[in-house]
């Protein structure tokens, strides 16, 4: 399995006051609850790329050309921003 280095996991953490890394649950939940907003394609594609999941296996698995790949998950991730606003105003 290929690594990637996009995946959200590796996302530098600020510090807080006493140097530890601060807790991103909120974070975390936040963007749980907007993938459940998006379309099944897009979802499982941002999920897979999280878990570190090779392209051409994700292309595979969502049916698209692996040629295409990043053009649907720049679609993906604007899906996803979109549906983080959304749900921020709510």
């Not at 399995?1 to 974070?27: D, I």
């Not at 594609?45 to 049916?63: N, S």
């Amino acid at each position: 399995m290929q690594s990637n280095p996009h995946r959200g996991s590796e996302v530098p953490q600020p510090a807080n006051e006493s140097g530890g890394k601060l807790s991103c649950v909120s974070t975390d939940a936040h963007r749980a609850e907007s993938l459940q907003r998006l379309p099944l394609p897009y979802a499982t594609a941002l999920r897979m790329r999280d878990a570190g999941i090779a392209d051409d296996v994700i292309a595979e698995c969502i049916g698209v050309d692996a040629d295409a790949l990043p053009t649907f998950m720049r679609v993906a991730e604007a899906k996803l921003a979109a549906a983080s606003q959304q749900s921020s105003r709510q």
